[in-house]
């Protein structure tokens, strides 16, 4: 079952905060964000874990609640570079599900 | 460090041909998995391969089908393409097949089918 992302995209200018939300109707174990610009591959942000591990980089934050099977992904003080399509990832034994993307364009 | 590599970059193929993509893992990963990314979506799970042997597989038709080498390289192969498969498609390696390991995407092979 493909996660349901939300917003489809957003606007922002540089310095706005903005939160990128991923629902799954199944029990997740692990949720992975990934970013990806325009004609290129995706690029690993963040993993996290059931019971409140995380992997990633330190400038991006993001929560994993596993009772609502939701995970948010927070964009604060935006950059032109954060511009792109992000995903979220719901993975089972490396099998990564992604869903349908939130595309996000910071404007001077 | 060489990343995830992916060759060719570019192919055009027409209705009913084959082709073979492939992918070299970023050193140290001995974990393949590749997908299929229409334009405008997210990408698809097509299969994963690792110890040389298929491991999990997405929802596609037996038309694709893969393989992974002893130096842990994999190629995808599909078969009478339509003109639906028409996508980019990405390779992504990681460490093993714990749920915790980062993929690393290659550039991926646009494939156009005329």
């Known amino acids: 079952q493909q996660p349901v992302q939300s917003p489809q995209a957003v606007i922002l200018r540089e310095g706005e905060d903005a939160v990128i939300n991923c629902s799954s109707s199944k029990a997740l174990y692990s949720v992975h964000w990934y970013r990806q610009k325009h004609g290129e591959a995706p690029v690993f942000l963040m993993i996290?874990?059931?019971?409140?591990e995380q992997k990633g980089h330190e400038k991006i934050s993001a929560s994993f609640n596993e009772k609502k099977q939701q995970s948010s992904l927070y964009l604060t003080a935006s950059q032109l570079s954060y511009s792109g399509t992000y995903f979220c990832?719901?993975?089972?034994?490396?099998?990564?599900?992604f869903g349908q993307g939130t595309e996000l364009s910071v404007k001077p | 460090d060489a990343g995830v590599t992916q060759s060719p970059t570019h192919l055009i193929k027409t209705r009913g041909q084959q082709v073979t993509l492939r992918c070299s893992p970023k050193s140290g990963h001995d974990t393949v998995s590749w997908y299929q990314q229409a334009l405008g979506q997210g990408p698809q799970f097509i299969f994963q391969?690792?110890?040389?042997?298929?491991?999990q597989r997405g929802n596609f038709p037996d038309r694709f089908s893969g393989h992974q080498f002893p130096n842990y390289s994999s190629e995808l192969n599909v078969n009478a393409l339509l003109l639906g498969d028409s996508a980019l498609y990405l390779c992504?390696?990681?460490?093993?097949?714990?749920?915790?390991?980062?993929?690393?995407f290659g550039p991926g092979t646009r494939l156009t089918v005329l």
């Open positions: 990832g719901t993975e089972k034994g490396g099998k990564l599900i």
């Open positions: 996290l874990l059931k019971g409140g």
């Open positions: 391969y690792y110890e040389e042997e298929e491991r």
């Open positions: 992504a390696s990681s460490l093993g097949l714990a749920d915790y390991n980062e993929q690393f």
